[in-house]
T-cell receptor, first 110, second 113 residues
Framework: DVKVTQSSRYLVKRTGEKVFLECVQD?????MFWYRQDPGLGLRLIYF???????EKGDIPEGYSVSREKKERFSLILESASTNQTSMYLC?????????FGPGTRLLVL | GENVEQHPSTLSVQEGDSAVIKCTYS??????FPWYKQELGKRPQLIID?????GEKKDQRIAVTLNKTAKHFSLHITETQPEDSAVYFC????????????FGTGTQLKVEL
């Protein structure tokens, strides 16, 4: 079974803090993705990566950056957290089309 | 880029009835259309998918249809059960797009006893 894990289920941060969200997959997948999920807006792609050290902007990259130093790990970075980044963050990985999701991190920025 | 619209946003049916969720897409080059189910507090999981060379696919009580000309695809659930209650997301992607999916906004399905 594919296993995608995320470093935290719940996180509370203050405005202006630097926030790191980590995602690890154990299936040697090439592709990894970061989404945010908000009610009524579905899943919106922030960034994705199709190889180590490669990254591509998704639909809403502003205020975020990513890092992929190892194939199994994909990190999402909020350089200076703001209250409008309060959301559920979902990581996913895939070999071809089917994406496997992590359990999500619910981030609250105060 | 691709735009996927999904309707309805909420759907309530009686147990045993059928449920239909519809999606439209904008990019005629899209060729892969998965459906994900997300139960409350859980991660989205793939339940069925269809590729553009197929018009219909069925897996037990769920089926997906695709109309490439009209650029829309639908999820059909028959004989609904309480455990079908969840949020359903449609998505679309194109070959060579880095396997990037564009998701619809989701449908909250409630199956009432």
């Amino acid at each position: 079974d594919v296993k995608v894990t995320q470093s935290s289920r719940y996180l509370v941060k203050r405005t202006g803090e630097k926030v790191f969200l980590e995602c690890v997959q154990d299936m040697d997948h090439e592709n990894m993705f970061w989404y945010r999920q908000d009610p009524g807006l579905g899943l919106r792609l922030i960034y994705f990566s199709y190889d180590v050290k490669m990254k591509e902007k998704g639909d809403i990259p502003e205020g975020y950056s990513v890092s992929r130093e190892k194939k199994e790990r994909f990190s999402l970075i909020l350089e200076s957290a703001s209250t409008n980044q309060t959301s559920m963050y979902l990581c996913a990985s895939s070999f071809v089309e089917t994406q496997y999701f992590g359990p999500g991190t619910r981030l609250l920025v105060l | 880029g691709e735009n996927v619209e999904q309707h309805p946003s909420t759907l309530s049916v009686q147990e045993g009835d059928s449920a239909v969720i519809k999606c439209t897409y904008s990019d005629s080059a899209s060729n892969y259309f998965p459906w994900y189910k997300q139960e409350l507090g859980k991660r989205p999981q793939l339940i069925i998918d269809i590729r553009s060379n197929v018009g219909e696919k069925k897996d037990q009580r769920i089926a997906v249809t695709l109309n490439k000309t009209a650029k829309h695809f639908s999820l059909h659930i028959t004989e609904t059960q309480p455990e079908d209650s969840a949020v359903y997301f449609c998505a679309a992607s194109r070959a060579g797009g880095g396997n990037k999916l564009t998701f619809g906004t989701g449908t909250q399905l409630k199956v009432e006893l």
